[in-house]
């Protein structure tokens, strides 16, 4: 443990046992209740001032305002006057378990890392995040432990191998499904679908300007009507105008990045509005160099230090590894790429289309947890308000996944996964970041007790690497 973590630790045991508590005797443990914050629920376009939140088990009860909800007695009264509360956050697009230290490889996917992930994502207050497209075996049982409440950590859910074109898109990656012809995809997905029970499928869709072959509109139509008939959404990464277009005529349900080659038309953001298609813009994993480049201002950010080791914080703090990015050639393209995706997603969110998070955090220096809040935060630079990051970063996510009967807003009868924030992310959305504490399944998670494995890769990870 570091001394930052223990002191924290620390503080946080003090502080524990200073709480105010009602006599054990009287106490019903199965029923809290939370009072005095400002709530964001997720669905309204106000905010609950002075909100009373009723939590019995797992599950909201009630939620409103003081006076218009009754606090049941015997419940364990939580003051959280003067902080703001929001759902647990969705993140629809990362990969877990690729990078150590300052690595990225297939060759570190395991387990532990694994769980090391979700723990990181948790701690941020990431209830929910989808692995997108590039799962190896060690995921399935993961999953099957986790689902069965075996495991803890953000829950995860899995694209298991993504769809993409013959000898195209992550080149020598020998476990994607590379279909040749419409039955061929049809059989690959039914594949798919038996072995690893996919929460969504993964299509790419890029050509990386021109270098690779890209899935034809055959290829991917037929996946995507297979697809559908299994009762499973596709998430496409795509990158042009034209494409994507032709993806939303076949079918496509989430798009994992904006249009990056020239500014979205009206014909777009009709069919995306008619196909009823989710926005996933990625904003901060197209910024991720910019953001070096340009002088971090995240890297004082109190969780870093916990979650990942000093090699990593210290390589990327250090003036050789930006600097090296701000004097990369390919910077400038970077910078317009990134222009045109904002400038997107802003038009996207104009026409009234669903926008959710995602950010393909997880390489090195691309922090997991944090990332999703740097995410909303190039949302609202973007052009939204920080309601409509916030609500896309829950409500949204839950949507798309088909969850929100259970997840994503804070209404009687769904499931207590909240964020306690000390300070209103209304006003900064970057206050999201500021967390008192992360709570799931109507607990209050222990962040100061996640196992956050930092083990370095084994003599033969490296080997094989
Ligand atoms: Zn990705």
Redesign the pocket.
Known sequence: MTRKAYLTLLASLFLAACQPTSTPESQDSTLVVITGATVIDGVSSTPIENAVIVIEGDTIQAIGSAGSVEVPPGAQRVDASGKTIIPGIFNL???VARSEGMESDDQFYNRERIQRDANRYLYYGITHMVS??IDQEPMIGFLEDQRAGRTGGARLYSAGYGFAAKDGWIPGNPNLNRPTTPDEARQLVQELVQERQPDVIKIWVDDRLGELPKLTPELYGAIIEEAHSQGIKVMA?MYYLEDTKELIRRGVDGL?HSVRDQEVDDEFLRLAKENGVTQVA?LV?HSSRLAYADGPDFLDDPALPVLFPPLVLETVSGQEYQANLANSPNLASTREVYATAAKNLAKVAAAGIPIAVGT?SGGPGRFQGLWEHREMELMVKAGLTPMQAIQAATANGAKFLGLEDQYGTLEPGKIADLIILNADPLEDIRNTRNIDEVWMNGERVNRADLPISTAPPTAQERETS
Do not use: M, R, S, W
Request: proline share 0%; hydrophobic share 30%.
């Open positions: 697009h990362a990969h997108l497209g990464h994992a990625t994993g393909d």
